[in-house]
């Protein structure tokens, strides 16, 4: 694969997720820092209409989508010689196996599965030395971890003005109003793998790792609200990272967003970050008793928040803060970069997400479930320990 050609990708599932990522794949990378170029040329699916419908709704020329594949299943997907890598959109439960089965697959050179990245520690574990073995690139689709924001953040953080870090406090709760739900609603099924804790979890998550990093050692105290199906409505949990920093975490599927979403807080000044935790709109940095100093993707916003702060305002790829995002499209294509990258790179594994980070989230969610007495059906879980 030369700089010159496009990265080809085969998409699994055809639902909410995928539809996203394939169109943000789609923007001309030139509009965004570092872009790849992207080719999406298979689509797979358990049924080829729906692979079809997918391809027919890509903002491509008609000649150009006609030259996509579709396939009926995921296995005819995998066959396909047209693809560099997957990206798994299917929901938790099936994470292990499609990505097992692509990581087996000798021509493909990636496989990026869609957060969480499994469903359990084990899982994880056993899937990087499946990649170690094949000698294929593995990433959880962690998104946000590549954002322009997460950059500032991280500046911030290692820039040092607010001091060495105490607390991380992050949230995401998103009113989904479960009781009007189908109890099969991937939010609401056990054999889904479904609840709070693993589709919202991640994101409280991805900031305490980048604040305070994915130690091997850890504590946790949890605490979960079940829904009506045995899965969690809602979880808090506090995570102790083996030294002196605590992170206070929490998810919702029955509670109104909050904006700032997380807050880093040190001795000296504190970070908040606002709008959604999985795609900010911006940044607040407090050094002291100085005022709060607002930062986009491109730098300074100044000391007056980019208005309004509503939830339209804070939608991946929404017009209003675009000008703080700094990019086009919504966000997704940055990750997608970072794999065609680190394959050109003969990398394993990716340096902004790398496997000891999803490792570590899933070791935390294991027990935030063992606490919560939240237990899979049988079936749910690939590898059972
Ligand atoms: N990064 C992000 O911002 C987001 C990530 N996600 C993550 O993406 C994944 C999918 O979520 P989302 O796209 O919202 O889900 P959807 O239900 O919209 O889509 C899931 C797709 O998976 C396929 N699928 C395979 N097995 C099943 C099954 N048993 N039941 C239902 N669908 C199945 C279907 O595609 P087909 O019929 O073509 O086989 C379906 O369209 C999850 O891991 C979720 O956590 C979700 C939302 C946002
Ligand atoms: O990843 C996600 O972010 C946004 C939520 O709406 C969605 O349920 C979740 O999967």
């Known amino acids: 694969m030369s700089a010159q050609t496009a990265f080809r990708w085969g998409i699994i ?6 539809t996203k990522f394939a169109h943000d794949v789609l923007v001309d990378p030139s509009t965004r820092s570092k872009g790849e170029q992207h080719a999406i040329t298979a689509v797979g699916s358990r049924n080829t209409a729906s692979a079809q419908t997918f391809i027919d709704a890509l903002p491509l020329s008609a000649e150009s989508r006609a030259t996509i594949e579709a396939h009926g299943s ?30 087996r697959t000798p021509s493909l050179r990636a496989v990026l599965v869609e957060k969480p990245g499994v469903c359990s520690r084990a899982e994880w574990l056993a899937l990087e030395r499946v990649a170690e073995e094949e000698k294929t690139f593995l990433m959880e689709a962690m998104w946000t971890a590549f954002q322009p924001l997460a950059r500032v953040v991280r500046d911030a953080l290692e820039g040092g003005g607010i001091g060495k870090l105490h607390t991380v406090q992050a949230d995401l709760s998103i009113d989904m109003k479960p009781d009007a739900l189908a109890d099969t609603h991937r ?10 804790l693993l589709d919202l979890g991640p994101y409280p998550m991805v900031w305490a790792v980048l604040a305070a990093g ?38 919702s599927m029955d509670t109104p967003s909050l904006t700032p979403s997380v807050i880093l807080r040190g001795a000296r000044g504190s970070i908040r970050v606002y709008g959604q935790p999985y795609c900010p709109t911006h940044v607040g940095i407090t050094l002291g008793e100085e005022e709060e100093v607002f930062y986009g993707a491109e730098g300074k916003l100044g000391s007056a928040p980019p208005p309004p702060a509503t939830q339209e305002a804070w939608a991946p790829g929404s017009d209003i803060a675009k000008a703080a995002r700094g990019y086009e499209g919504a966000g997704w294509h940055f990750q997608a970069d970072d794999v065609a990258r680190s394959v050109r790179a003969n990398l394993l594994q990716s340096s902004v997400w790398p496997w000891k980070n999803t490792s570590f989230v899933m070791g935390v969610f294991d027990q935030v479930r063992s606490q919560g007495g939240y237990v899979f059906p049988e079936g749910v879980l690939g590898v059972v320990e």
């Open 187 to 196: 939010m609401l099924d056990p054999l889904l793998a479904g609840g709070a």
């Open 214 to 251: 994915a130690p091997g050692e850890f504590g946790v105290k949890a605490s979960m609200v079940k829904a009506r199906t045995g899965v969690d409505l809602r979880s808090a949990w506090i995570l102790d990272f083996g030294g002196d920093i605590q992170a206070v975490l929490s998810a």
């Open 74 to 103: 995921y296995d005819s997907l995998l066959s396909s010689p047209s693809i560099d890598a997957v990206y798994i959109g299917t929901p938790h439960s099936g994470h292990y196996a499609v990505a097992l089965a692509a990581l």
């Open 13 to 18: 599932g055809t639902g909410n997720i995928s």
